[in-house]
């Protein structure tokens, strides 16, 4: 079982950015890939992003595609997601996880962490 922890979220005003951290701690994070979802209020938690197992390939759903960039460093075993041009429909709760390989859909992945607040003002 792996171990995720989110970190970096915050408030931030419209056009600002933020930089996501997943920390994995537990089976070897780097043969994983690793993806992001999101939940925003009142609404079903929906994928980000995801990157795979060595950071050659990533996915991006297409509201945040151009704006957001997934990377990872598996000697940190650490995957990072940087947040450009934030709008206020990006806030939410983001969680990471891990996945046997990378995909769009978040049935492909287990070991949620706990999530990280992300609230964008406009």
């Known amino acids: 079982q792996v171990r995720l922890v989110e970190s970096g979220g915050g408030l931030v005003q419209a056009g600002d950015s933020l930089r996501l951290s997943c920390a994995a701690s537990?089976?070897?994070?780097?043969?994983?890939?690793v993806g992001w979802s999101r939940r925003a209020p009142g609404k079903e938690r929906e994928f980000v992003a995801a990157?795979?197992?060595?950071?050659?390939?990533?996915k991006y759903a297409d509201s945040v595609k151009g704006r957001f960039t997934i990377s990872r460093d598996n000697a940190r075993n650490t995957v990072y997601l940087q947040m450009n041009s934030l709008n206020a429909e990006d806030t939410a709760v983001y969680y990471c996880?891990?996945?046997?390989?990378?995909?769009?859909?978040?049935?492909?992945?287990?070991?949620w962490g706990q999530g990280t607040q992300v609230t964008v003002s406009s």
């Open positions: 996880a891990v996945g046997s390989f990378m995909t769009h859909s978040l049935r492909g992945y287990d070991d």
């Open positions: 537990g089976r070897t994070f780097s043969s994983y890939a």
């Open positions: 990157i795979n197992w060595n950071g050659s390939s990533t």
